[in-house]
Nanobody
Framework: QVQVVESGGGLVRTGGSLTLSCTLS????????MGWFRQTPGKEREGVSC????????DYAGSVKGRFTTSRVNAKNTLYLNMNTLKPEDTAMYYC???????????????????WGQGTQVTVSS
């Protein structure tokens, strides 16, 4: 059984930082490009970042480029998202999932990905 557990969210002020973690079990993580996605009520899910299986390539949404950094430790089945210079518009529930990305394309959930965690809430106050 696959388990996905996101953690590290919280309440921070504008300009603050947070590091999110996503730990997976029940699957071989190093066979998937892994991404972070976020969603707020009433809005579509947005792909935030995507990192290739061996960390050789990373993609970011334009809204977070230069502020967020994703990384992974396959031996620990864990994905990270280091978020700096946070803005109120970064407020959302954050999830991790397998991802697809390409040049000038939005980051998307990998088409066969079906395992979702509870997410971790990030709230940035102004």
């Amino acid at each position: 059984q696959v388990q996905v557990v996101e953690s590290g969210g919280g309440l921070v002020r504008t300009g603050g930082s947070l590091t999110l973690s996503c730990t997976l079990s029940g699957l071989t993580v190093d066979t998937y490009a892994m991404g972070w996605f976020r969603q707020t009520p009433g809005k579509e899910r947005e792909g935030v970042s995507c990192i290739s299986t061996r960390s050789s390539n990373t993609d970011y949404a334009g809204s977070v480029k230069g502020r967020f950094t994703t990384s992974r430790v396959n031996a620990k089945n864990t994905l990270y998202l280091n978020m700096n210079t946070l803005k109120p518009e970064d407020t959302a529930m954050y999830y991790c999932a397998g991802c697809n990305s390409g040049p000038d394309e939005p980051i998307r959930v990998q088409t066969t990905w079906k395992d979702w965690g509870q997410g971790t809430q990030v709230t940035v106050s102004s």
